[in-house]
């Protein structure tokens, strides 16, 4: 069956650092796209940044400048480094892989960060 397995969240000061994984496996169609939403208490989920399989990103405009989303196609993994956090980064964030078929959601990893 198809896995997203996350990882990297966690507790953070504002200004550090984090980078999440995200390994995707048993998916059986062609990978349009993988990347990141996240979701704030009380706020609705966001797309943060994506990259499509042709290498290009789009990226929220909260995080340009701060955020980058990258790739291993071998292993069929996204990263997504996050540098200058800010307190408004607090969130849970949740991988996102769009295929030819439907979409594919990780369980979510919380990021916190501390003013």
């Known amino acids: 069956q198809v896995q997203l397995v996350e990882s990297g969240g966690g507790l953070v000061q504002a200004g550090g650092s984090l980078r999440l994984s995200c390994a995707a496996s048993?998916?059986?169609?062609?990978?349009?796209?993988m990347g990141w939403y996240r979701q704030a208490p009380g706020k609705q989920r966001e797309l943060v940044a994506r990259?499509?399989?042709?290498?290009?990103?789009n990226y929220a405009d909260s995080v340009k400048g701060r955020f980058t989303v990258s790739r291993d196609i071998a292993k069929n993994t996204v990263y997504l480094q996050m540098n200058s956090l800010k307190p408004e980064d607090t969130a849970i964030y949740y991988c996102?892989?769009?295929?030819?078929?439907?979409?594919?959601w990780g369980q979510g990893t919380q990021v916190t960060v501390s003013s």
């Open positions: 996102n892989v769009f295929t030819s078929l439907t979409d594919y």
């Open positions: 048993g998916i059986r169609f062609g990978i349009n796209a």
């Open positions: 990259i499509f399989s042709g290498g290009s990103t």
